[in-house]
């Protein structure tokens, strides 16, 4: 079993500094930069939804590449992926307590389905709040990737 020590998030405004684990390898990481994230959690039928969109919205995204993070410990989210076909490449789980990732990312509730995109420089550049689409995504692909 996988033994995380929680960090403190020292974000500077607008970054999207979160420490999390990566899951395909168990290592500690940072959320890549030139990406969109979905954020998902095994209790959000939503979520799980739109994590069946994650190719559509991989293409969509170009350049930018597409990552999810999960709100679930490592062990679960790795088979929660797996039983879906998901790929573990870009793929993390937090570090820290799911309402301390919601509160720096999602605001106030509603908070999932939530999916932001992060610049090539650790910006935040676009949050989305409810299932994000392709329209959204290419949006985002066009400002964020700049």
């Excluded at 960090?7 to 999390?20: C, H, N, S, Y």
């Excluded at 969109?36 to 069946?52: D, N, R, T």
């Excluded at 650790?122 to 709040?129: I, K, M, P």
Aim: proline share 10%; charged share 15%.
């Amino acid at each position: 079993m996988l033994a995380i020590a929680a960090t403190p998030i020292k974000a500077e405004p607008g970054r999207a500094d979160l420490q999390v684990v990566e899951l395909a390898s168990g290592r500690l990481a940072r959320l890549p930069h030139g990406s969109i994230v979905l954020v998902w959690a095994s209790w959000c039928v939503p979520c799980l939804a739109e994590l069946g969109t994650f190719h559509r919205i991989a293409a969509a995204g170009a350049p930018l590449v597409p990552a999810t993070l999960a709100l679930d410990p490592p062990v679960k989210a790795t088979a929660i992926l797996s039983k879906a076909n998901l790929p573990k490449t870009l793929a993390y789980a937090t570090t820290v307590a799911p309402a301390t990732v919601l509160a720096q990312f999602g605001g106030p509730p509603p908070r999932l389905p939530l999916a932001f995109a992060i610049d090539r420089n650790g910006r935040v550049c676009g949050v989305r709040h409810g299932l994000l689409g392709t329209d959204q995504v290419r949006q985002w692909a066009a400002q964020c990737a700049k």
